[in-house]
């Protein structure tokens, strides 16, 4: 759930300096684009599950609103943002089209600031499982598909792709636990704060909106979450080894 209060000509600009920064990249380097393009599946699926399970988890609290706009759906029409789908493809983070909410609606039995949490840790969490599945899946194939297949074109353009959907996912489930507004970490932590923690939180939200982009567009955002990302994915592979002994 990435929901940007800033100028859209920002991320504009953001998104132009990336492209135009690993164009030539591509260019040069015909590998890296096969694996852009093979990336693309990984990129679909872990958006659409991401937005879907704020949207389902908003209608298990009571509250309709996603159903009513469309968006408890697996198609990835209903969920891909322009410019988040091109971040996640060429910065390895992004975020897809809002999914609006009432916590207004959310059941009484919980508070709405708990089911904001609830709602928002589901994506996250969502492309953490996805990323789980994808590697059993992964170590099936290696495990009974035999040689010939893992060495034909289909057998590695196939694991190339559930390779990239276990990193993608991962990244992106990952990526939103940062407790910086826009993300999804920033509403999961509220339930965890002191009163005035809280408010001095909601009134200087404009001032992490700047923090963020700025760790954003100069790569600090991936140097803080890459231990995260390999104690997660690290914990992925070993859960993997343990189903499948």
Same mark, same amino acid.
């Given at each position: 759930?990435?929901?940007?209060?800033?100028?859209?000509?920002?991320?504009?600009?953001?998104?132009? !300096?990336?492209?135009?920064?690993?164009?030539? @990249?591509?260019?040069?380097?015909?590998?890296?684009?096969?694996?852009?393009?093979?990336?693309?599946?990984?990129?679909?699926?872990?958006?659409?599950? &991401?937005?879907?399970? &704020?949207? $389902?988890?908003?209608?298990?609290?009571?509250?309709?609103?996603?159903?009513?706009?469309?968006?408890?759906?697996?198609?990835?029409?209903? &969920?891909?943002?322009? !410019?988040?789908?091109?971040?996640?493809?060429?910065?390895?983070?992004?975020?897809?089209?809002?999914?609006?909410?009432?916590? !207004?609606? $959310?059941?009484?039995?919980?508070?709405?600031?708990?089911?904001?949490? *609830?709602?928002?840790?589901?994506?996250?969490?969502?492309? *953490?499982?996805?990323?789980?599945?994808?590697?059993?899946?992964?170590?099936?194939?290696?495990?009974?598909?035999?040689?010939?297949?893992?060495?034909?074109?289909?057998?590695?353009?196939?694991?190339?792709? !559930?390779?990239?959907?276990?990193?993608?996912?991962?990244?992106?489930?990952?990526?939103?636990?940062?407790?910086?507004?826009?993300?999804?970490?920033?509403? *999961?932590?509220?339930?965890?704060?002191?009163? &005035?923690?809280? @408010?001095?939180?909601?009134?200087?939200? @404009?001032?992490?909106?700047?923090?963020?982009?700025?760790?954003?567009?100069?790569?600090?955002?991936?140097?803080?979450?890459?231990?995260? *990302?390999?104690?997660?994915?690290?914990?992925?592979?070993?859960?993997?080894?343990?189903?499948?002994?």
């Amino acid at each position: 759930m990435f929901n940007f209060s800033l100028d859209k000509k920002i991320l504009y600009i953001i998104i132009a !300096i990336m492209v135009l920064s690993t164009v030539a @990249q591509y260019i040069t380097n015909p590998g890296a684009l096969f694996a852009l393009v093979v990336s693309v599946p990984g990129v679909l699926i872990a958006i659409t599950f &991401h937005e879907f399970a &704020h949207g $389902y988890a908003a209608y298990k609290l009571g509250d309709n609103t996603a159903k009513n706009e469309g968006r408890l759906s697996l198609n990835p029409l209903d &969920h891909l943002d322009p !410019i988040g789908t091109l971040m996640l493809l060429f910065a390895g983070f992004g975020w897809g089209k809002p999914v609006h909410v009432n916590p !207004i609606n $959310y059941t009484r039995k919980i508070s709405m600031e708990k089911g904001e949490a *609830i709602v928002s840790v589901a994506g996250p969490l969502t492309n *953490i499982v996805l990323a789980l599945i994808l590697a059993i899946i992964d170590a099936l194939i290696i495990r009974f598909a035999g040689i010939t297949f893992l060495l034909s074109t289909i057998g590695s353009i196939t694991k190339m792709i !559930i390779e990239a959907g276990i990193a993608i996912n991962i990244g992106l489930g990952v990526f939103n636990l940062i407790p910086l507004p826009p993300l999804d970490g920033s509403k *999961i932590i509220m339930p965890f704060l002191s009163y &005035h923690a809280k @408010q001095w939180f909601r009134n200087n939200e @404009q001032i992490f909106y700047i923090i963020f982009v700025v760790i954003w567009i100069t790569g600090i955002a991936s140097i803080l979450i890459s231990p995260v *990302i390999n104690w997660v994915t690290s914990g992925i592979m070993t859960i993997t080894r343990l189903i499948l002994s």
